[in-house]
């Protein structure tokens, strides 16, 4: 079994940062591509960021310049700094990791349970 905690959302004025964490636990053999998603309310689920194992990095858009992703392999665990928020960056966000558990799978996609963040003044 494998659990995604994602941590780190809360409110935060315009121009302001956070940084969220996402720690995998559980039966892990290895983690492949790590991302990040947000839901706005009333808007379907979209790409934030990812990161490859290798540590190649790839944003949308609307967030290059702004936000980075890293991870911590010896951590098992995804990080998105975030900066210069806007009001539009207001979503729930959700970790996403390929995961594979043992020598034998090519890798399941697990999801966490997402951490809101709200950027108002």
């Known amino acids: 079994q494998v659990q995604l905690v994602e941590s780190g959302g809360g409110l935060v004025q315009p121009g302001g940062s956070l940084r969220l964490s996402c720690a995998a636990s559980?039966?892990?053999?290895?983690?492949?591509?790590m991302g990040w998603y947000r839901q706005a309310p009333g808007k379907e689920r979209e790409l934030v960021a990812t990161?490859?194992?290798?540590?190649?990095?790839n944003y949308a858009d609307s967030v290059k310049g702004r936000f980075t992703i890293s991870r911590d392999n010896a951590k098992n665990t995804a990080y998105l700094q975030m900066n210069s928020l806007k009001p539009d960056d207001t979503a729930v966000y959700y970790c996403?990791?390929?995961?594979?558990?043992?020598?034998?799978?090519?890798?399941?996609?697990?999801w966490g349970k997402g951490t809101p963040v709200t950027v108002s003044s």
């Open positions: 990161i490859t194992n290798s540590g190649s990095t």
């Open positions: 996403n990791i390929v995961i594979r558990t043992s020598v034998f799978d090519k890798g399941v996609n697990y």
């Open positions: 559980g039966r892990i053999f290895s983690l492949n591509v």
